[in-house]
Structures are given as structure tokens and as C-alpha cells.
């Protein structure tokens, strides 16, 4: 759980950085950048090895299907910070855990037990009490949010399976790997030269999605589903 929480801490720091350059540049390139980062890291780190263990996996398409659907997720969610204040955004997010608790009961069999529906009613309330999302409505950019909540849910579902079996950094390197294979050829036509600034910006979010990922990853293999997606709320703080 502590990993977990740690994590989220890393990716709530992220998702400020990366809304602090939305609105300079598309979502595209910066999500381009970041893959590239975290994919060289995962390389550095393990090299040969870690290819030959991801030619081999039998995952492949597990692996492909988590990285279409967290993919999706980012091309409907960070967008939205163009229109939605970050008070909106955060609490329409935190239905993932939601979904990712009842998703966890219905293909994971876990237990629904009293304590986890508890916590994940009281830390969505928490969310909504602390983010004050006043106004909000369900527009398009609402809902756009609420599918990437569902995407992340079942990503995180896929990810808790298959993290027993695969090792960490060929799960962080499939899912970078595969954005940028993708992504390249948009952003080239969507490229905007980078101020140092925004390329600093840009390249803290991939180390620190890199590892936030990681240990993201590890603490799936420990905890169940249900439990992992409520200790997500531990990145309101």
C-alpha cells in the first residue's frame, strides 16, 4: 500500500506539470516526449534482457490491449484541462477506483467486503468535499473524463493480472514502447518548437511517470485490485 500511495503521490505531481503546458502545447507531443524518456530509461535499465523477455512474453496482446486502452485514456482525459478547472477534473477522475473495485469483483473475484466499499465511498466523498468541483456539468469534456476513468479502471484490472508474470520494466517499456510507436506520426504534424522551460517540464514528467509506473506495478503484484485502486485517493493530499 505504501507503494501504491507513493505512486500516486509522483503522478499527482506529474498531472500538475503536465497541466501547466497543455495549453501550449498538444497533448500529442507532450505525451510523445515522455514515452521517449521513460522508454530510453527502461532500455538503460534492462538492456538485452528485457527485450528478449518481452519477444517471449505471452502476454502480447494482454500487453497491447493495456497500452490501447491507457492511450485512450490519456487522449480523453488531459485535454479536458482546457476546459475543465482541476478541481473538476480531479474529482470526475477519482470514479476510477470505483469502477476499478467493482470491475475487480465481477473478472478478478475479489472479495467485496464491507471495509473496501467503505473507504472507496469515503474517499470519493473526500474528493468531492476537498476538490469543491463547484459547477461542474456533464458536458463533453465531463464525459470524456468519466470514459478515461473507465479505461483507467480496466488498464489497472489488466495490469493486476498480468504483473504476476511479467516483470515491471516490460510492462512500463510495452506501454511507453507503444505510444510512441503510435504517437510519432501525429506529432510530427502537430510539432511545436520547445521553449527549455517546457522541455525540462516535459522531460521531469517522463522520469517521474517512469517511476511512478514502476511502482505502481509492484504494488499490484502485492495487493488486490480493489485495494490498490483505493489507496489512489491518497494523491488528493
Request: aromatic share 10%.
Amino acid at each position: 500500500m505504501l507503494l501504491g500511495a507513493t505512486a500516486y503521490t509522483v503522478f499527482s505531481i506529474h498531472d500538475a506539470v503536465i497541466k501547466s503546458v497543455i495549453n501550449s502545447y498538444d497533448v500529442v507531443q507532450i505525451l510523445l516526449l515522455r514515452s521517449l524518456v521513460i522508454s530510453l530509461l527502461c532500455l538503460v535499465i534492462g538492456r538485452g534482457q528485457m527485450l528478449r523477455d518481452l519477444a517471449a512474453s505471452p502476454n502480447r496482446l494482454t500487453l497491447l490491449l493495456r497500452a490501447v486502452l491507457t492511450l485512450a485514456a490519456w487522449w480523453m482525459y488531459y485535454p479536458q484541462g482546457r476546459h475543465l478547472q482541476l478541481a473538476e477534473m480531479t474529482t470526475l477522475y477519482y470514479v476510477a477506483p470505483i469502477i476499478t473495485l467493482i470491475l475487480a469483483v465481477i473478472f478478478l473475484r475479489e472479495q467485496l467486503t464491507l471495509a473496501r466499499v467503505g473507504a472507496a465511498a469515503i474517499g470519493f466523498f473526500g474528493v468531492v468535499v476537498a476538490a469543491d468541483p463547484s459547477g461542474v456539468h456533464l458536458g463533453l469534456p465531463a464525459i470524456f473524463a468519466l470514459a478515461a476513468a473507465f479505461c483507467w479502471a480496466v488498464a489497472m484490472i489488466l495490469m493486476r493480472t498480468i504483473s504476476k508474470s511479467e516483470s515491471s520494466l516490460v510492462l512500463v517499456f510495452s506501454l511507453n514502447a507503444f505510444y510512441a510507436i503510435v504517437l510519432t506520426p501525429f506529432a510530427i504534424v502537430l510539432w511545436r518548437p520547445l521553449d527549455p522551460l517546457a522541455g525540462l517540464a516535459i522531460g521531469a514528467t517522463g522520469i517521474a511517470a517512469g517511476i511512478a509506473q514502476y511502482l505502481l506495478i509492484e504494488a499490484a503484484r502485492r495487493i488486490p485490485a480493489a485495494v490498490l485502486g483505493t489507496v489512489e485517493y491518497s494523491a488528493l493530499v
